[in-house]
C-alpha cells in the first residue's frame, strides 16, 4: 500500500475519533465538554476553498461534514481510494473480529442498554454508588467491560475525567424472584426440602402481574365466554374455562411460576411431590418441559388412569403405599437421600401470585364486572390470589368463595383466626383438591381481607351444576370446577340477579366412571330419571298395556324387569319395575299421576 494512501488512512481514523468525541458531547450536554486531542483538530478550510456554510463548522462538525471537508482538501483523489479501500476492509470483518476491535466496542464510547440481552435468569445485584449513595436493586444484563482509564490518555485529556467518572462495586447477592415474591427462599438445605411459607408475605399485584408476564408463553389464556345458563338464573353468567389448560386444571399457573423460579442448580437435581390430584399432574407435565426431572409418588389406591396420566406428561411415577399420608413420607425420604427438591402445595407468595394471574385475565375478559365466584375449601390460593388482583383493579368488584357444606374448612379457619385442623373429609375423590385442609395462614389472611362472602353447598347442587354444565356447555368438569355454579343453582346468592358475574370454572379432571355416576345421580336428583314398581296379571297382554301408557306419556323406557319368586301377591302375578326418564319434574308429575289412575298399587321409589 503507498505511503498516501497509510496516510489517508490515518487521517481517516483521527476523523472517525473526533465525531465520536463530537457525538458524547452533544448525547451527555457535559458541563465541560470533552476537547480533542490536538492531533486529531480539524483545520477550517482555507478561504480560497468554496465549500457549504454548514460544512464550515471548525471542529464541532459531524462526520458528514467531515467527509466534505476531506472530499475538498488537497489530494482528493488518494482520499477517496483510502476511503474505498477502508469501508471494503470493514465490510469484510466478521463479527469476530468487529468485536475484538477496542475502539468500536468500547463502552465509554457507545452503550445502547436496548440492545442487552436479558437472560433468562437474571441476578439481583446490590449496587454501592461510591460518590452518590446506594442504588436500587435492579436487572441487571450482560456485564460490560470495566472502563480503563489508562486506555482514556491515548484519546482525551484525563485532568478532564478526574471526578467525572463513577465507578460501581457489584456483588451478586442472590436472585431476581425475590424482590418480586418476598416469599421464595431458595437455597438448597440438608434436608432437601426448601420451605415455601418460611417468608411468606402478603402478595402485592406487582407480584402478580410479574408472574403473568413469565408465565404468559407456558399455560393457556383460556375464554371468559357468556353462558347460556344466564337466562336459567337470571343472571349474567361468564364461564372462565381454566378446565382447557393443557392438564385440565388451573394449578398450572402457580406451577409453572414456580418451577421457573427454582434455581439452576435446582432444576438439575429434579423435584419430587407426593400427591394424587391437579397439583401433582401440572408439576409432572411443566417440569417435563422444563427439562427437570421430576417423581411422582402416589398411593396404591390412586386411579390407573391418572397414573397413566402422570407418566404420559413425562414424570416417573412410583407407587407406594395405601395411604397418601405413606406416599408423603416416601416422598421426603427420596428427597432428603438423593437431593431432590420436595414441592408440596402451600400458600407461598410464588405459588400464589402465579394462580392470581386468572384473576387478571377475567378483568380483562369481561368488562364491568360486579362479582366473581371462585371454589374455596381448605386449597383457598386461587380465590386469595385473585382476590389480590381483582381488588387492586377495581376495589368494588365482589369476589366469593364457595365450599362445600359437609366440610366448611375455610369457613371455620375464618372464624377461629387460624386454619383448622381437625376438619376431616371422607369423600375426597369426589371433591378433589377442595377437600383438603387448609394449608397456610397466608391465603387464609389474604381471604379474610379482601374476599366479600363464602358460601356452603350441598352434595346435591355440586352434582346438579355438573349436569348443568354438560348439558348447556358442553363442559366435562369434576367437583372442584362445578362447586361455583353451585352456588347460584342453590339460589344461596341472590343478591347477583341482573349482575354481571364471573364464575371460575377451574379443574376438569374427573375419572369417567365416577362421571357416570355422578351423571346418573344428578338426573336422579331433577327427577328426571324415576323408577316406579307395579303388580300385574302374568300375560303379555297386561305388558303391553302397560308399555302403551307409557308411550302415550312420552316417557322413554330405561330398564324394565320382572319377578315372580320373590314376590307375595298371588301365583299367577307379576311384579313389574319400570326405570324411566322423562323431561323434568313437571313430566314427572303428570306420568305419575296417569299411572295411579291406571294402577292404584303402584309404588313410587322415591330418591
Known sequence: MSPSIIQALTQIDKDRLASKIISLNSRNRLSKPLPLPHSCRIAAPSKSTALPTQAVQGWQCPWASVSLLLCFAPGITMNFAAQLIYS?????RTPRDRYREDEDYDPFWQRDDSKVKKRDAPALCDLRLCKDGPIRNGHIGQRPPPINPERLKDFVEEDYLNGDVKTWEMKI???????????????????SRIS???????????????????????VQKTPCMYSRLSKLYGVDIYLKKEFLQYTGSVKERGVLYLLTSLPQDQQRKGVIVASDGNFSMAVAYHASELRIPVFVIMST????????????????????????????MHARRLAQENGYLYLEEEDSAVYLSGLGTM???????????????????????LLAGSAAALKHLNPRISVIGVESESFPV????????????????????????????????????????????????????????MLRLLEYERATVDAEGAIGLAALVAGKLPELKGKRVAIAICSGNVDLHLLQRCIARALTLESRVCRFSLVISD??????????VLAREEARVLDIRQERTFVTSELFTVEVT???????????????????ERYPTAAWTER
Open 539 to 548: 300375560s303379555p297382554a297386561d305388558v303391553s298395556k302397560l308399555l302403551e
Open 173 to 191: 447477592v442472590s436472585r431476581n424472584e425475590e424482590l418480586l415474591g418476598d416469599a421464595l427462599s431458595l437455597v438448597p438445605q440438608s434436608s
Open 410 to 465: 375455610l369457613q371455620q379457619s375464618l372464624k377461629a383466626g387460624h386454619p383448622a385442623e381437625d376438619q376431616a373429609c371422607n369423600n375426597h375423590h369426589f371433591y378433589g383438591d377442595v377437600s383438603g385442609l387448609c394449608f397456610g395462614s397466608n391465603s387464609l389472611q389474604l381471604t379474610g381481607k379482601l374476599v366479600d362472602k363464602v358460601v356452603a353447598v350441598s352434595e346435591e347442587d355440586v352434582l346438579i351444576s
Open 88 to 92: 471494503r476492509v470493514l465490510k469484510n
Open 359 to 381: 384473576g387478571l385475565e377475567m378483568y380483562e375478559q369481561v368488562p364491568k364486572l360486579d362479582a366473581v365466584i371462585f371454589p374455596a375449601g381448605g386449597h383457598c390460593g
Open 196 to 218: 415455601l411459607s418460611s417468608h411468606n408475605k402478603l402478595i402485592r399485584f406487582e407480584d402478580i402481574s410479574a408472574a403473568a408476564f413469565k408465565i404468559q408463553s407456558g
Open 578 to 596: 319400570c326405570t324411566v326418564e322423562t323431561r323434568d319434574k313437571i313430566h314427572t308429575a303428570q306420568l305419575r299421576n296417569a299411572l295411579l
Open 301 to 328: 389406591s390412586t386411579s390407573p388412569a391418572r397414573v397413566k396420566t402422570c407418566r404420559e406428561y413425562g414424570a416417573m411415577v412410583i407407587s407406594y403405599g395405601t395411604t397418601a399420608k405413606d406416599s408423603q
